[in-house]
């Protein structure tokens, strides 16, 4: 069976400093991958996503960065944080036609 | 993809039916309706989906009206675990990218 996993579950970072979040997929090949975020109080909004190695689509303009050095690894990333980048941060994936398959979370604090 | 419309929040008593309402006027001839809920402080979880037929699973059914305009995803018995914001998505099938609204604020009351 397929699942995803996604860490840390909680941090808590000083502005400036970098983010690293991880997401991995196991049970399945070649998957759609998303990042997705949401703010205290706010919906959830598409930041990154891929459909294969390298493969990388910004939907919005941020201070975060993506990348997919392995078909089933998914990473987040930033240089340095700002206040305004805290928020729940979710991992996804989907294959051909079935339905997204979101990761527990990260919620993360810029302090 | 199909703009959809939802109720900002509904309350429904534990052990009755949850018929949660969505438009979706503009929907087109291959978009799909997805429902997703959203538990506190976890990540979307996908419930049902369909085209123009109603469906039924083990979480829930969902009807279509004829006209495809809106539909209704029904919680035959709501527990308390079903307390959480409920997305309607009109998307093409296999779409690669999913974008929520606001959804539906369900509280479930004892």
């Known amino acids: 069976s397929q699942t995803i996993h996604q860490w840390p579950a909680t941090l808590v970072q000083p502005v400036g400093s970098p983010l690293s979040l991880e997401c991995t997929v196991e049970?399945?090949?070649?998957?759609?991958l998303y990042w997705y975020r949401q703010a205290a109080g706010r919906g959830l909004q598409l930041l990154f996503y891929?459909?294969?190695?390298?493969?990388i689509s910004s939907e919005v303009p941020q201070n975060l960065s993506a990348s997919r050095p392995q078909d089933r690894q998914f990473i987040l990333s930033s240089k340095k944080l700002l206040l305004s980048d805290s928020g729940f941060y979710l991992c996804a994936w989907s294959v051909q036609d079935r339905e997204h398959t979101f990761g527990s979370g990260t919620r993360l604090t810029v302090v | 993809d199909a703009k959809t419309t939802q109720p900002t929040s509904m309350d429904c008593a534990e052990g009755r039916a949850a018929n949660l309402p969505c438009n979706h006027s503009?929907?087109?001839?291959?978009?799909?309706v997805y429902w997703y809920r959203q538990i506190h402080s976890q990540g979307p979880q996908y419930i049902i989906h369909g085209l123009k037929n109603n469906e039924t699973n083990e979480m829930a059914s969902l009807i279509i009206t004829e006209d495809r305009k809106s539909s209704t995803l029904i919680l035959p018995h709501a527990t308390l675990r079903d307390t959480a914001v409920y997305y309607c998505?009109?998307?093409?099938?296999?779409?690669?990218?999913?974008?929520f609204g606001q959804g539906t604020r369900l509280t479930i009351n004892p």
């Open positions: 503009t929907i087109s001839g291959n978009e799909y």
């Open positions: 049970g399945t090949s070649n998957p759609n």
């Open positions: 998505i009109a998307i093409i099938q296999g779409a690669q990218k999913l974008v």
């Open positions: 891929s459909v294969g190695i390298g493969q």
